[in-house]
């Protein structure tokens, strides 16, 4: 292995442009980039998929971001202000915002954007319930008055992750949130060519007219400097066809290179093979809560003593120094990783809890992202341990992009629905209560798998309104307990991600 990068997604872009510019000049220079699927939603704050989370940071900006320490940083804010009793933030955008439609960025751009973004995220929800109003002044200062403190609104702000906070002109922002947007205008560093795409190809341009941060980059925050004039995304669904075309010079990167196919390529001295998220991906359990069986608490907890992380690691990585065993719902090597309240791995009480809850051996709908190189290797473990703990299962396989479609689907298997299904967050996602969007008990407000509990919502509110760490650790142990009592969300195990 090569030396490996700190960075995350964002960082591995730049610095694949970094050395696409240091090629030869030519009248255009352009990077082309395999993706084991190309967003189709396009709405990066309608859908929790990565794909579209990537396609919004190379068009959209953030009011605030993190470094690689997870400190929040200014982006779009040029600066901001809390009051003494810390109930009203003041914020002043910077100079020299402006849309890729000419227009400038106003504070009136901000609201419409946190606004439509907080009725989806599970963190923004938080940020909402504390939230009195939003109050536009000046085109370019705002405030947000809250109705009690909460100690994560810059967090909030700048979320990374799934769903982020991105900010949209304000006619295209107050599109309602239950329906995806059709009109593709950001601030950012690239400008989305909406006519140069196909079916397996989307094309971003170089914003010439987007003035960066002074500050250097530095993971979501600082100076975003496009050195290519053109991105290419294009779609590679086998890992295989796509090493090849690396391997040829038909592309210059693969963003997601399968673990298995990484001897074949780190022996070739043009190409180098690095590790791009040193803080970790992991896979996770999701049920769906509002169709038998998972809707009784018997089943998932079934689910929950079978999920045995070494067979996931092992099929899905193989090399033991890219994995670790990890059974904490918070990222590992975080302040708030903990093993508080973890399940035993038991299969005899996996099948002692089937019986209890009187299980006739009804298959349970498994859905399956079979062209993604991290949830299919899982689902195709995750079947098989289902079936030793002693449920039936039906897989329905399927490409990623109508993974993301069809799990939004709340009816039962009969009608296009599912049971259960496996996903994966990468550690930015997950690092606490408020962030891991999988903890939200908020039922039909929390993301697809619709989970209810009053109690998580209860611990998750005093987490936010908690400023000391030691006791947000506390809470954030205890909320674990919680979750694994009720089997809520369950991970699989973590492990760093490789691109080419």
């Known amino acids: 292995m090569k030396k490996r990068s700190r960075l995350g997604t964002i960082a591995l872009f730049a610095a694949a442009i970094m050395s696409a510019a240091m090629q030869p000049a030519r009248a255009e220079s352009v990077l082309r980039v395999a993706k084991t699927s190309i967003p189709r939603i396009l709405d990066p704050i309608f859908t929790t998929s990565f794909t579209e989370r990537d396609f919004g940071y190379l068009i959209y900006e953030t009011l605030f971001a993190v470094d690689k320490s997870f400190q929040v940083r200014p982006q779009m804010v040029e600066s901001w202000s809390m009051s003494p009793d810390r109930l009203t933030y003041t914020f002043r955008l910077r100079d020299g915002l402006a849309f890729h439609d000419g227009a400038p960025v106003t504070a009136a751009d901000c609201i419409a954007s946190i606004k439509r973004w907080a009725e989806r995220d599970v963190m923004g929800q938080t940020l909402a319930s504390f939230t009195k109003e939003w109050i536009a002044g000046d085109a370019k200062t705002f405030r947000l008055i809250l109705q009690q403190p909460y100690e994560l609104v810059l967090s909030s702000l700048g979320k990374v992750g799934s769903s982020v906070p991105f900010i949209m002109p304000e006619r295209i922002a107050r599109t309602p949130s239950s329906e995806p947007i059709k009109e593709f205008v950001g601030s950012g560093p690239f400008i989305f060519d909406q006519e140069a795409g196909t079916g397996v190809k989307l094309v971003f341009r170089k914003n010439t007219n987007y003035v960066p941060r002074s500050e250097p ?38 963003q997601e290179l399968p673990h298995d196919l990484a001897p074949l390529l780190e022996s070739d001295p ?22 038998p069986p998972f809707n009784d608490v018997r089943y998932r907890r079934a689910v929950a003593h079978a999920m045995r992380q070494e067979d996931f690691l092992r099929a899905l990585v193989g090399d033991a120094k890219y994995y670790k065993v990890c059974r904490s719902i918070y990222s590992c090597g975080s302040p708030y990783e903990t093993d508080a309240g973890v399940p035993k791995i038991d299969f005899a009480i996996a099948r002692d809890l089937l ?34 703990a002693g449920f039936k299962v039906e897989a329905q396989a399927m490409d990623f992009q109508t993974f993301t479609r069809r799990r939004l689907n709340q009816g039962p298997p009969e009608q296009g629905g599912w049971n259960i299904a496996f996903s994966t ?41 908690e400023p000391d760490m030691e006791k947000r650790k506390e809470i954030a142990a205890e909320i674990q307990r919680v979750n694994y009592d009720q089997a809520i969300y369950i991970p699989t195990g973590t492990f760093v991600s490789l691109a080419a």
């Open 217 to 254: 980059s530095e993971w979501a925050t600082g100076a975003k400097v496009p050195k290519v004039d053109v991105l290419e995304w294009i779609e590679f669904r086998d890992g295989m066809t796509a090493v090849n075309a690396l391997t040829n010079g038909e592309i210059d990167l693969i």
């Open 270 to 291: 043009k190409i180098k093979v690095m590790v791009y998220n040193e803080i970790g991906q992991l896979g996770f359990v999701r049920f769906n809560f509002l169709q």
């Open 355 to 388: 019986k209890d809850a009187g299980y006739d051996g009804k298959s349970i709908v498994q859905f399956m992202a079979t062209n993604s190189a991290t949830i299919g290797p899982i689902s195709e473990v995750a079947t098989r341990l289902l079936r030793e």
């Open 425 to 465: 967050w990468t550690g930015s996602d997950v690092v606490d209560p408020i962030v891991n969007a999988t903890l939200s008990g908020a039922g039909q407000k929390a993301p697809w798998g619709w989970p209810t509990s009053p109690e998580i919502e209860a611990l998750r509110s005093k987490f936010a309104r």
